[in-house]
């Protein structure tokens, strides 16, 4: 129980820090950064290879689509293109809802079947990316009740994982939901590329993605993410719940033969 309580009040570091912090324009960016380099790190080595191996080539072509699909799409359809960014962004606020499904399941096998301590922490400390995420770049764009209720979902999502366990990874490893995972997994890193919050404030689209223009802060910021990424790795080659899907894909495998 305590890992799932340490899940949940890691999501609150996002609002806390961004609160106590709102007037240093300089941490705030560092921070922004950050977010892109770890968030983007851990979906890249962590939940890609998870629905690649799973999902195969067409989970690879659904990542894609989700990654340049709401960029053509907004070229395509320019009198539909905040439609377009506003459901990119809902897409990819649903694939962090999913990833915390799957996080409170991977808490319950580690709490149940008495893992080793690291796994848990792993688990644990790789969601507060995903949370100062959700505030970084829903708060400015979208306001303090939208980013409050999208960490509250991500609350219920990761109860909802432990509460059903073990069981529900069954289902999570269905060809049907990898395909999805894929879809999303690409929306999300579509919207940390693009950041909403900067684009909403600059003259809304002005400053269409890519990378702003870096100064220091962002150098320091994107330094510690990759550092907190190469720790995290370090400290447990299959964080997350990595070896939870493996283990349950390889159990489906067996009773195929």
């Known amino acids: 129980m305590n890992y799932l309580i340490a899940s949940l009040l890691i999501l609150a570091v996002g609002p806390i820090l961004h609160h106590g912090l709102k007037n240093q324009t300089g941490i705030i960016t560092a921070i922004g950064a950050f977010v892109m380099v770890s968030l983007g790190g851990l979906v890249i080595f962590d939940v890609l290879p998870q629905v ?19 960029t053509l799409s907004e070229k395509l359809f320019k009198s539909h293109s905040a439609f377009a960014h506003n459901l990119t962004v809902a897409l990819g606020v649903f694939g962090l809802l ?8 991977a808490l319950f096998m580690a709490a149940n079947e008495q893992g080793p301590l ?3 922490f792993g688990i644990i400390l790789h969601r507060m990316p995903a949370g100062l995420a959700v505030w970084w770049l829903l708060r400015p ?3 303090r009740l939208i980013a409050t209720g999208v960490l509250g979902l991500m609350m219920v999502a990761t109860l909802i994982g432990f ?3 073990p069981e529900l990874l069954h289902h999570m490893t269905a060809t049907h939901i990898v395909y999805l995972q894929s879809f999303v997994t690409g929306s999300i890193l579509h919207v940390l590329w693009h950041r909403p919050h900067e684009r909403h404030s600059h003259d809304h689209g002005h400053h269409h993605g890519g990378l702003p223009a870096i100064n220091s802060t962002h150098w320091i910021g994107g330094g510690l993410g990759l550092l907190f990424l190469v720790l995290l790795m ?3 080659p299959d964080h997350g719940h990595s070896g939870a899907s493996d283990h349950l894909h390889g159990e489906e495998q ?4």
């Open 52 to 70: 690649v191996t799973l999902g195969g080539l067409p989970a690879i072509l659904f990542v894609l689509l989700g990654l340049f699909g709401p």
């Open 98 to 105: 999913l990833h915390a499904v799957t996080d409170g399941s």
């Open 118 to 120: 690291l796994l848990a």
């Open 141 to 143: 764009a979208y306001g």
């Open 163 to 165: 509460e059903l366990g």
């Open 234 to 236: 370090v400290a447990h």
């Open 254 to 257: 067996h009773q195929g033969h």
